[in-house]
């Protein structure tokens, strides 16, 4: 049979998980009366929440179209820049790619990425053009600028001769000619199969079995499942295997238990086993894991795996040591922490896990806040309770023993009348902006180059600034000199002084002070903070103070208190909005905020910033 394997790769948000749900539908995966979801390939329950893709996921599709009939398998990539670990693992099983660009934004920081990764690898890219239906946009525009996208990035002159088709994958339609409209994505498929090569390993079907793990999960029943392209030979069940790490060292041995192949959206066991081109799942191994080589016996040589680049945030993960610890969660020891930071820093290269140097906390470097804080919150619904660190920048030493820091490419879409504001706020966090231009629909682009300690904290601003109505997209570049210092946040916090529940005659008279985050009648402690204080320094104050009940009656004595609705704040904006001295406590019912040390006396006192 033909086979295809291509990935879809763009910038969040630009339609891709909407796309491939149209292709499984009009290629016949589903029965006439089967319940499908919206975004079937977003399984995971954050992804489904957010409406992002974070985990790459493989699917498979057979297309009866003008070259016969064709297994195509997709793999649907994340488009945010903190999961673009994932893309990079992936490119290296597929030979070809669709990049999806929205007809009205544009190219984006994450299209410049991926396709930076994947001209390196030598793929010829099929430019989708999506969302062309939409009331601004601009297909030409687009098509020129990622023409332009190619050049600057040093696409070769048969890279460079790229197709391209016009597509809205929310209504499931793609034509290569506007002016000739069609109803469904049977030219999209013929495109893949004509432009996409068959995959060259299919020559090594009669070489000793290899395959290179892309991709690993769990699985009740059947263990350890890594899955990757077979790079030569068969897997049979049954088969006697190895695992090889990069440098060739043996890992352990073991059988093939079960051969998966994508089908639709299940996986389904091959039983004659599959042959090299195809991607596959395989269980059977206990040890092996992303970037070893799984080989017969009398192999010697590992695959080459792809480098993946470095992370560039970090913040350190401890026990929840407050003394409201252990009341919600039931994980909360070091040991078990340690082991769930170590499982995941294994099945997701881009994350990296080190211990501190007291060994009772750990430090966690990953692509940006996103990333880190959808691991905290996969740990905080496992039961876990735990401690985290404001997010700090990974700096490197260059040549001459310089400090360097890593520098993003930042692309903001605002309102006219915000750009002003935007350009003053990230102007005083050392970004030097790179070129301005309206993008249509009386918006703002603003390009920028930016340091990644800049950025951390900024996003909760940049919203109010904007009021809601800007788009913020970065993506990591490379390291600079260092830039110096930044002024961090400029307001104060409000931190409670006394153990107990909060009371709303109290909360009423602080209302003055600043911003509350805490409702009447929640748990408190010492060192807690419970708002933001309208002032530059911290205030210690008690919230807990109920009204002294007196039996003298007076008019206006016992007016009703109304409170303000306190200010929530997701992890992701809690972990940004603290300070150095402060942390975030999580756990599986709560998200609080606190100083690293509670006792006031043992505190030191905020200086003025500047």
Same mark, same amino acid.
């Given at each position: 049979?033909?086979?295809?394997?291509?990935?879809?790769?763009?910038?969040?948000?630009?339609?891709?998980?909407?796309?491939?749900?149209?292709?499984?539908?009009?290629?016949?995966?589903?029965?006439?009366?089967?319940?499908?979801?919206?975004?079937?390939?977003?399984?995971?329950?954050?992804?489904?929440?957010?409406?992002?893709?974070?985990?790459?996921?493989?699917?498979?599709?057979?297309?009866?179209?003008?070259?016969?009939?064709?297994?195509?398998?997709?793999?649907?990539?994340?488009?945010?820049?903190?999961?673009?670990?994932?893309?990079?693992?992936?490119?290296?099983?597929?030979?070809?790619?669709?990049?999806?660009?929205?007809?009205?934004?544009?190219?984006?920081?994450?299209?410049?990425?991926?396709?930076?990764?994947?001209?390196?690898?030598?793929?010829?890219?099929?430019?989708?053009?999506?969302?062309?239906?939409?009331?601004?946009?601009?297909?030409?525009?687009?098509?020129?600028?990622?023409?332009?996208?190619?050049?600057?990035?040093?696409?070769?002159?048969?890279?460079?001769?790229? @197709?391209?088709?016009?597509?809205?994958?929310?209504?499931?339609?793609?034509?290569?000619?506007?002016?000739?409209?069609?109803?469904?994505?049977?030219?999209?498929?013929?495109?893949?199969?004509?432009?996409?090569?068959?995959?060259?390993?299919?020559?090594?079907?009669?070489?000793?079995?290899?395959?290179?793990?892309?991709?690993?999960?769990?699985? @009740?029943?059947?263990?350890?499942?890594?899955?990757?392209?077979?790079?030569?030979?068969?897997?049979? @069940?049954?088969?006697?295997?190895?695992?090889?790490?990069?440098?060739?060292?043996?890992?352990?041995?073991?059988?093939?238990?079960?051969?998966?192949?994508?089908?639709?959206?299940?996986?389904?066991?091959?039983?004659?086993?599959?042959?090299?081109?195809?991607?596959?799942?395989?269980?059977?191994?206990?040890?092996?894991?992303?970037?070893?080589?799984?080989?017969?016996?009398?192999?010697?040589?590992?695959?080459?795996?792809? @480098?993946?680049?470095?992370?560039?945030?970090?913040?350190?993960?401890?026990?929840?040591?407050?003394?409201?610890?252990?009341?919600?969660?039931?994980?909360?020891?070091? %040991?078990?922490?340690?082991?769930?930071?170590?499982?995941?820093?294994?099945?997701?290269?881009?994350?990296?896990?080190?211990?501190?140097?007291?060994?009772?906390?750990?430090?966690?470097?990953?692509?940006?806040?996103?990333?880190?804080?959808?691991?905290?919150?996969?740990?905080?619904?496992?039961?876990?309770?735990?401690?985290?660190?404001?997010?700090?920048?990974?700096?490197?030493?260059?040549?001459?023993?310089?400090?360097?820091?890593?520098?993003?490419?930042?692309?903001?879409?605002?309102?006219?009348?915000?750009?002003?504001?935007?350009?003053?706020?990230?102007?005083?966090?050392?970004?030097?902006?790179?070129?301005?231009?309206?993008?249509?629909?009386?918006?703002?682009?603003?390009?920028?180059?930016?340091?990644?300690?800049?950025?951390?904290?900024?996003?909760?601003?940049?919203?109010?600034?904007?009021?809601?109505?800007?788009?913020?997209?970065?993506?990591?570049?490379?390291?600079?000199?260092?830039?110096?210092?930044?002024?961090?946040?400029?307001?104060?916090?409000?931190?409670?002084?006394?153990?107990?529940?909060?009371?709303?005659?109290?909360?009423?008279?602080?209302?003055?002070?600043?911003?509350?985050?805490?409702?009447?009648?929640?748990?408190?402690?010492?060192?807690?903070?419970?708002?933001?204080?309208? %002032?530059?320094?911290?205030?210690?104050?008690?919230?807990?103070?109920?009204?002294?009940?007196?039996?003298?009656?007076?008019?206006?004595?016992?007016?009703?208190?109304?409170?303000?609705?306190? %200010?929530?704040?997701?992890?992701?904006?809690?972990?940004?909005?603290?300070?150095?001295?402060?942390?975030?406590?999580?756990?599986?019912?709560?998200?609080?905020?606190?100083?690293?040390?509670?006792?006031?006396?043992?505190?030191?006192?905020?200086?003025?910033?500047?």
């Amino acid at each position: 049979m033909n086979l295809r394997n291509v990935a879809i790769i763009a910038h969040v948000d630009h339609g891709k998980t909407t796309l491939v749900d149209q292709l499984l539908a009009q290629s016949g995966v589903f029965r006439a009366n089967e319940a499908t979801t919206e975004r079937a390939m977003d399984s995971n329950d954050q992804e489904k929440e957010r409406g992002i893709t974070i985990l790459a996921k493989c699917t498979s599709v057979l297309w009866n179209g003008k070259a016969g009939e064709t297994r195509i398998n997709i793999i649907d990539t994340p488009g945010h820049a903190d999961f673009g670990g994932e893309v990079e693992r992936i490119l290296g099983m597929v030979d070809g790619c669709v990049i999806l660009v929205d007809a009205e934004e544009g190219v984006m920081p994450q299209t410049k990425f991926v396709l930076t990764k994947a001209l390196k690898m030598g793929l010829r890219p099929i430019l989708c053009i999506n969302k062309v239906d939409r009331a601004h946009a601009d297909p030409d525009r687009v098509h020129n600028e990622t023409f332009d996208l190619f050049a600057a990035i040093g696409a070769t002159d048969e890279q460079l001769d790229f @197709p391209h088709i016009y597509a809205s994958g929310r209504n499931g339609w793609a034509t290569m000619d506007l002016n000739q409209p069609n109803d469904n994505l049977a030219p999209l498929f013929d495109l893949i199969v004509d432009h996409v090569p068959p995959p060259k390993v299919q020559e090594n079907k009669d070489k000793p079995f290899r395959i290179l793990n892309v991709l690993i999960e769990s699985d @009740p029943f059947l263990g350890r499942i890594l899955t990757g392209r077979i790079e030569s030979g068969k897997a049979v @069940p049954g088969m006697a295997i190895k695992a090889l790490d990069r440098d060739g060292k043996e890992i352990e041995r073991g059988r093939i238990t079960k051969v998966l192949a994508f089908r639709g959206l299940k996986r389904q066991p091959l039983d004659e086993g599959s042959e090299a081109g195809d991607i596959v799942a395989i269980a059977g191994m206990s040890k092996a894991t992303v970037a070893d080589t799984l080989c017969a016996l009398e192999v010697s040589e590992p695959l080459d795996a792809q @480098p993946i680049d470095p992370p560039t945030i970090s913040m350190t993960v401890s026990v929840n040591d407050s003394p409201l610890a252990g009341r919600e969660g039931d994980k909360v020891q070091s %040991r078990v922490i340690r082991d769930r930071l170590l499982k995941e820093a294994e099945a997701n290269v881009a994350i990296r896990v080190t211990t501190t140097e007291g060994g009772d906390a750990y430090e966690v470097a990953g692509r940006g806040e996103l990333q880190l804080g959808v691991l905290i919150e996969n740990m905080r619904r496992e039961g876990f309770e735990v401690s985290i660190s404001r997010p700090r920048v990974v700096y490197q030493t260059g040549e001459n023993g310089e400090k360097m820091e890593p520098i993003e490419d930042v692309m903001v879409d605002v309102d006219d009348e915000f750009s002003g504001i935007v350009i003053e706020k990230l102007s005083a966090r050392k970004a030097e902006m790179t070129d301005m231009g309206p993008s249509g629909a009386g918006k703002t682009r603003i390009q920028l180059k930016c340091p990644s300690r800049s950025l951390i904290g900024y996003q909760g601003e940049f919203l109010t600034d904007t009021r809601g109505s800007g788009v913020l997209n970065r993506v990591f570049s490379h390291y600079e000199a260092f830039k110096g210092d930044i002024a961090g946040r400029l307001k104060g916090v409000l931190i409670s002084n006394s153990d107990g529940e909060t009371a709303a005659f109290a909360l009423w008279n602080l209302e003055d002070r600043g911003v509350m985050f805490v409702g009447a009648g929640e748990k408190t402690y010492e060192g807690m903070i419970i708002g933001e204080n309208a %002032r530059w320094d911290d205030l210690d104050v008690n919230p807990i103070k109920g009204k002294q009940l007196t039996n003298v009656r007076a008019a206006g004595k016992d007016e009703a208190v109304r409170l303000t609705p306190p %200010r929530q704040m997701s992890l992701e904006q809690a972990i940004a909005y603290i300070s150095d001295d402060e942390l975030v406590e999580v756990t599986p019912k709560s998200i609080r905020l606190r100083k690293q040390i509670l006792n006031p006396s043992f505190r030191k006192k905020r200086t003025r910033p500047d």
